[in-house]
């Protein structure tokens, strides 16, 4: 790869029509995303090209740290600042409405339909956005990467989806919306960081490197060795891995222990009970307010 320029990824098939899909559902003015979240939407799209069709992909095959870099943004802020856009509902708005009945319907009666779903359920997202974690930085996993451009994009777009179907379960953003208390959120959240925690204190503590690939280099940039190239991988999984687990979790604590709004007062009748706009206003007992009697003036009026 030419290390000063771009390069196509064949992940990057995705980015474009969900592009184009958002800004066609934005047209219309009814449930149209709010500036932010067009911005995070984009911004995500960005980053999954920054991250696979930039030099920042030429860099990590001779820099394990920049591989790692790679890893993160796939991982942890390309899918949660795309699920802040509210993409699902904004792209759907994009198709004919026919196409969406139909696509809906057949959706509906497939046989991946539950498959799907318990794909989606939380315990399941969790397993399989850490079980790839794990996976394709085992030694002879992640040199198979190196080899192989298919499996390279195959390991960057499982590390996106599986990422979406993570970070669906921690953002609120709808169909697939969180099923999971704001405690239970938080433990999923501590538990998929120390994760990578573990991988990160294996990289730093290791006495030689781990991956063949970066140990059969003869030279890199910077002139760093192979184990200094290694440890800072390991501080970049932990540090900047860490950043969008610690806001999340920050958000998540701060919703779980605010106290929930005190209950909007009842908008109350001159005669001080609740007013009522469909009937006679009660009173305390539940019967009707009986007419107050007029003024011996007003009835001779």
């Given at each position: 790869?030419?290390?000063?320029?771009?390069?196509?990824?064949?992940?990057?098939?995705?980015?474009?029509?969900?592009?184009?899909?958002?800004?066609?559902?934005?047209?219309?003015?009814?449930?149209?995303?709010?500036?932010?979240?067009?911005?995070?939407?984009?911004?995500?799209?960005?980053?999954?090209v920054?991250?696979?069709?930039?030099?920042?992909?030429?860099?990590?095959?001779?820099?394990?740290?920049?591989h790692?870099?790679?890893?993160?943004?796939?991982?942890?802020?390309?899918?949660?600042?795309?699920?802040?856009?509210?993409?699902?509902?904004?792209?759907?708005?994009?198709?004919?409405?026919h196409?969406?009945?139909?696509?809906?319907?057949?959706?509906?009666?497939?046989?991946?339909?539950?498959?799907?779903?318990?794909?989606?359920?939380?315990?399941?997202?969790?397993?399989?956005?850490?079980?790839?974690?794990?996976?394709?930085?085992?030694?002879?996993?992640?040199?198979?990467?190196?080899?192989?451009?298919?499996?390279?994009?195959?390991?960057?777009?499982?590390?996106?989806?599986?990422?979406?179907?993570?970070?669906?379960?921690?953002?609120?953003?709808?169909?697939?919306?969180?099923?999971?208390?704001?405690?239970?959120?938080?433990?999923?959240?501590?538990?998929?960081?120390?994760?990578?925690?573990?991988?990160?204190?294996?990289?730093?503590?290791?006495?030689?490197?781990?991956y063949?690939?970066?140990?059969?280099?003869?030279?890199r940039?910077?002139?760093?060795?192979?184990?200094?190239?290694?440890?800072?991988?390991?501080?970049?999984?932990?540090?900047?891995?860490?950043?969008?687990?610690?806001?999340?979790?920050?958000?998540?604590?701060?919703?779980?222990?605010?106290?929930?709004p005190?209950?909007?007062?009842?908008?109350r009748?001159?005669?001080?009970?609740?007013?009522?706009?469909?009937?006679?206003?009660?009173?305390?007992?539940?019967?009707?307010?009986?007419?107050?009697?007029?003024?011996?003036?007003?009835?001779?009026?």
């Open positions: 790869m030419n290390l000063s320029g771009w390069s196509w990824d064949p992940s990057l098939v995705y980015v474009v029509p969900a592009a184009v899909l958002y800004a066609l559902g934005s047209r219309p003015k009814a449930g149209r995303p709010s500036v932010l979240q067009t911005a995070a939407f984009y911004t995500g799209l960005l980053s999954i920054i991250a696979v069709d930039s030099p920042i992909d030429a860099y990590a095959d001779e820099l394990l740290w920049v790692m870099l790679q890893h993160v943004i796939l991982l942890t802020v390309a899918p949660p600042l795309i699920l802040l856009g509210r993409p699902w509902p904004t792209m759907w708005r994009a198709l004919p409405l196409s969406r009945t139909v696509l809906a319907r057949g959706v509906a009666k497939s046989q991946l339909a539950a498959p799907l779903r318990a794909l989606a359920a939380p315990l399941a997202a969790w397993i399989l956005f850490n079980g790839a974690i794990v996976f394709w930085h085992i030694p002879s996993a992640y040199d198979l990467t190196e080899r192989n451009g298919a499996v390279h994009a195959a390991e960057h777009a499982m590390f996106f989806f599986f990422g979406l179907l993570f970070w669906a379960r921690v953002i609120d953003t709808g169909p697939l919306r969180p099923r999971l208390t704001w405690p239970a959120r938080i433990a999923y959240i501590v538990g998929a960081m120390t994760v990578g925690w573990v991988l990160a204190i294996v990289f730093v503590v290791a006495p030689e490197p781990i063949q690939h970066y140990a059969d280099l003869r030279t940039p910077g002139g760093i060795s192979a184990l200094t190239d290694q440890q800072l991988a390991g501080g970049m999984m932990w540090v900047g891995g860490s950043i969008a687990y610690t806001i999340a979790l920050l958000i998540g604590l701060y919703q779980w222990v605010a106290p929930e005190p209950p909007r007062a009842p908008v009748d001159a005669v001080g009970f609740p007013g009522s706009p469909n009937g006679p206003t009660p009173a305390p007992n539940g019967s009707p307010i009986p007419a107050l009697p007029l003024p011996e003036a007003a009835q001779a009026r």
